[in-house]
């Protein structure tokens, strides 16, 4: 009975007050940054996806990911901040979960960066699926982009998975007018001005028949005096997707109308000096 | 007997019973805690299992792997919170453990990104048991994936261990149809559209006897001029694993059929110009 | 009613005043701290585009980034202030946010890498848009810069995207005139001075005609004994753009005016020596 | 004497007990701990053994190495207790170890690297004694799997020592059968179908002789129209270690049976068009 | 009333007092640390300056940066403090600023090591502007050392940019004679002593005419026995940029020289053994 | 006079008994501490050396060098600890030390490395002086092992200094014995069975002859189809530091005794298609 | 007047005292550790001197390197304690201190590294001033070893600025006596041992001829049977420096000599297979 008398009753009431006061501060403040963290976001998507126009699923894609981590970061401090009102030492907890979350976040670095970087392929437009592209020396067609991995579909069918921390610079095939190249190689006895005079004129001829050629073909001139043969160089501007289609009609028509012409692609050439053995 | 009497016997009973209370605290809330997570991390691979429909083996190991991580940091946080209720200073023990386990950490950085790739792949479906794969520039069938290592037996009967670590860009040949291209090389002298012609009539008889095709054979067209030949290109899209058959019969019906029409492969040409020793 | 009369009523209001106080303070410390950052960032950038005359529509991007990192570092300092003066531990909230920002920091460190690199990229005059340059392997016209990455338009159509922290070594091409350089080889049996002032001449008769030529061309003298030919070196200094066109007009009226006076580009030599087979 | 009277002799006591009661506390938890780590450690390689077969000199040797690590920390942390039970600031003594351990640390994290990948080595089967593989570039037979080295012994006699660090990719070439592969060059003059017919007669009388030969060989067909022959391959599969002697029967045989129906493996062919020097 | 007779004066002034005392030394050791500071920068570069002859605009450059580093240092460190004079926990606004500062350190380590290199190519003189260097794989002549970049403008007009973290190993081609050597191959059927007596001739009369030529030409001897020549090593020392001009005048004079007299530089040579076809 | 008497004598003294207890505890522990480190040592040492069979000289190296380490540390923490006893706060000594220790330990962290795998290059016996090793592409024999540094001797003379943590994969040639592997190209046209016949004869004899031969040499039979020569392969175990002599003994016979029987290493073919020019 | 009658003027009096006593205790410490610090670095420095038989000139270097890193730690150390016995919070000062530390000590690793290894440079004898070697890549003499940057002179005349800390790998050139090769090729036709003794003679009287050789030099044997020859090798150890001259002067000679037997250097040989055209 003495022990009850002895224990100082006001003291007691005065700290579990305190700590009813803390908690509905906490409680408070987490409900009202949630509430507002919650809206800045939606905003900022909103915003983000008039501005870039990206489509609506990306857009909730990604505003679903931002929301989950706004959730988990506050739901922790959440805890901590609980427990430490109640008198426990949150140091343990937070070492605890540091020392174990270090080592599982070290090992799990290449994920965030996955995902980080992912953020940002769904976010901008520097790859859509069905373009043509060049990712860390893998070609060929997007078949996914999610935010882990990118698909790419190899031309020779292969599906090769980037992780999307691997995806740094973009080389994208599928965004404007396309070049179509083609180098003709003469022999030094032909003469410059009439080959160039022919290939002009098939040039001419192609352009009015292709519709897909955007610009050119041109001949550009003597690209190179090389070992065997003097390289002339014709470049066209075609629309996507078409430059080989054009190059490959530009290789059989020249073929044909050098031939006819008698001026041939020379083969390799070597003066051979005869000396009999002694 | 003075020193007896002289005990503060009530504060010793308050500081007990203050012990006892935040026990029967850590150890209630360590109980919640762990259910809660449990029952969290069961629902989430029921979850993961239905939508990304990997088989329940997999999603056993997975949840198995989930719910230990679950269980050993809990116990480690709970124990270092009991410590600290009695009194020690639980930060040397905690920087202790550290300590020694930043050392191996350093060490065994290797062994978690092992099993964090693990994880993923095992959830995902890159690479399956059976599948023609090309990782870390090795090639072959995977035979097993695991949680710290996948095992890939390279055509020559050689078995491959990778640390998942390693498997970061995954070409995957056995997902969809696969390509078969055929370089055929023809002489200057021949005619190219009488080429074209032949090769496009192989192309479709053998589009009528092989049921593995499922596209083409298609002649592009004139891929180059070479050194010493016309590179014509043939592709056509196969079921998977059939593309190299096609090749083959491709190569070996087309060469004859050429043959047939006196159209040869060329031999690498030269012109040689003749010069007396002086 | 006791419970009430015992409440250190006082010792209250003191600590309410001290916190209005401290809160007084903290608001007005940051207004303070707010208004001088916002008037020293707008300060610099004026005598940032001063010096370095850069576009006002590059300043005013750079200046609001500069202005939005001011605000964000001093609201979050603001809150954990707050705080601590309401008596809450600010540690737990810290090392909550440290310990997701570390994990998302890690991941997003390229991220970061990329602005900083695109600030300066913004703010001096290494690449513009429309520039010919060659950075990290890629060759292009740069169209456009952007404070995450840079967009460089390859030759043949391809769209290249560079994250800025990949922007190390910059190589402009469109910086001041340029060179063109022509290497002829002739025969050994051919008169080296004769065939220097062959090219001298067409050297000036050129340089008298093409208005792009700045300088030359020259001709170097004997650049190298090859194993067929002697290498005769020229070079010339054109306007920026020109050089390629100024290098095709050279070869094509030196390779003429040899052929008139007879002398040619010789084809490799091999002497050979004869032997009948045992 | 009046100094010893003022001295509090109870609060010493007090302190004293206190102190015991600490350290009874701290040797009875750090006894039961060892017992239970012990218990533990030795349970699960038990389990190991039984599951993974490995060899009893294995598991002892990791076994003892678990022990070892166990109680190393568990006396480092019994140490750091004590003295703070003793009243002395541990911080300055973990600080001071810490320092000093971190340097060394830095430089033999290739070290405790070693051992971490070592434990697995032993315990998993990756490779054995004996064993034909290819790590780090590194080919020939395991002499000696250890925990910080492993010793591969060349094919010409030389002993590779590779930190256990360095084992990666491991790929292990006595685990299963191997392939045995033939590429036969033959001219594009000859018949195809004769020459695979004669080629299958030598696999089947081979595979008939041979009993190393676990599947084949058989003949694939037309791999490649070279530049101066046909390429036809041959494959089978072989008991382990078996793969290069089948290879050496299968050339001397196809050898002989072509030449004995005068078909011929080609010499590199070339086309020389003679020319005059003008 | 009874309020404000209960406030305890006294204390508040001690306490006011004591705030004071502490921003009076504060502000002093402030004021004398910093006055120290710049002396002692200023002396020493005075001292740099008279020591390694830089010229007085680039120390004043590195002077003020200098200052600019402590001023900076000083003003945050004094904020800092008042900060904790006042009763604030400073912990905070430093833990706040250090989060931010590291993820922007991250970003712009890249910054700081330019900065740091950049100071002592201005302090050194490995570099200076109209040198011919080549650093990091890039070639040509120094326009420009700053702080943040170095600018080399490439032999074929090219700008390239170099951030100075990227000048490693320096190697500069202006920094006293260069050398000029020239190889000539002869036949294995000429002279060997012929040879050397005519090139040394050759030598002497270069050496004698040419005032740009320090030491040399010498002819050093056989240098090897090629597969179808006698390769003769001559090497000379000039003045530093005229090492081309003499190598070519060297094998100008040199091919005359040695044609005069019948000696011929060798074409590659084969023994053809013919066979008939069978 | 009156403030002496109020000075708190007792408690002065109490607190100087303190400190002068806990000295003497500190020394205490000190001095046990390092007198059972160095008997650890010691004995650790003596049972390496026994283990591992290491000369006593270098068991000394490494003994003196593991009580330096452990006498710096010591000291060290002692030093701490005596500062903490008399009041002053250690933790800015500690700081201050581990800043510049930090720093320092930055740039010679690579200077820990080599000697950390010094002491295990010393302890353990993969090099050897006088070893025929090749490291890190250096290749020659080892003259010194020391802590910090390795040095080899090129075969052409040069000293290479290695520092040891470049030491990471050895490959040693002075470990048993070393394989002689011959290939002999013969022609198309001779008889496998007679060639293979006489090489087996020529194996036999020389393995009479030459004592250092410990196995072989054997024929072992067609090891390639080459494009001129079928290759032919003889291989030999020989005593360690003979396998370049036999090479050479065996080259040298095998050309003479097939020359006897009219078998000859054939030149590479070729076959020539002659066309007129057109 | 009663303000100041309240304030406790006897524990001001003793705080005062107290500091004073501490400030007292700490200047001590400082001036006692840096005598004795002074003391034993010079001491190690006679002490290295004597062993490494370094320069007087590269020892006083060191030592006042050693000596000013030592006193910059000792006054930061002094600085931070005299701030906390005054009651300033050092906590702060160090903080600040600190972040600006680390910023500029990521971008200053390098120099700190450069001046580590530059430390050990100077120390050992690896390199000298004259000494030929082989560093990261760059081949030339020595010109100067710094405590930054090792200046090597290229043969070509180029200066190579190495920071210290690229300096890993030494193959120093001038460390004893050199080798001298040579290879040469016979016509299978001629005969081994005949030419072997020639080699042998004339291997005996250029040994007699020049004092620079030291050993041989000795015919080796039969290196290698090659396409067209057969490569005989002759090895010799000449003193430092000299080995070049000896090998052009056993290229000239046995090249004489050989002549002068009729046996010659084989130019590559080939079988030509002639077919005619079809």
């Known amino acids: 009975m003495d022990f009850f008398q002895n224990v100082d009753w006001s003291s007691i009431l005065k700290d579990t007050g305190i700590i009813l006061l803390k908690l509905i501060g906490i409680i408070a403040a987490f409900l009202i940054v949630k509430a507002i963290g919650r809206r800045v976001i939606k905003k900022m998507f909103q915003r983000l996806q008039a501005r870039h126009s990206i489509s609506t699923g990306r857009a909730l894609t990604l505003q679903s990911l931002s929301l989950n981590v706004l ?14 009102v109640f008198g426990y030492n949150a140091t343990a907890l937070l070492a605890g979960a540091g020392v174990v979350g270090l080592a599982i976040g070290f090992g799990a670095q290449g994920l965030v960066s996955d995902v980080v970087t992912g953020f940002f392929l769904l976010l901008e437009k520097q790859i859509d699926v069905e373009d043509y592209v060049t990712i860390a020396g893998f070609e060929g067609i997007v078949e996914q982009v999610g935010l882990r991995t990118t698909q790419i ?17 973009v080389s994208n095939h599928s965004r404007g007018n396309m070049r179509a190249l083609v180098d003709i190689g003469i022999s030094y006895d032909d003469d ?3 080959t160039i005079a022919i290939l002009q004129e098939v040039c001419e001829r192609i352009a009015a028949e292709d519709v897909s050629i955007v610009d050119g073909p041109n001949v550009l001139g003597v690209q190179a005096l090389g070992a065997s043969d003097i390289i002339i160089r014709i470049i066209a501007k075609t629309e996507n997707g078409q430059q080989s289609a054009v190059e490959r009609k530009l290789r059989k028509t020249i073929k044909e109308q050098l031939e006819a012409n008698r001026i041939e692609v020379p083969f390799p050439h070597q003066v051979s000096i005869e000396k009999k053995s002694n």
């Open 71 to 84: 959730s988990y970061t506050l739901i922790f401090i959440f805890i901590v901040m609980v427990f430490e």
């Open 153 to 169: 579909r190899g031309f020779d069918g292969t599906l090769h998975y980037l992780p999307n921390r691997q995806i740094i610079n």
């Open 192 to 194: 410059i001005d009439q």
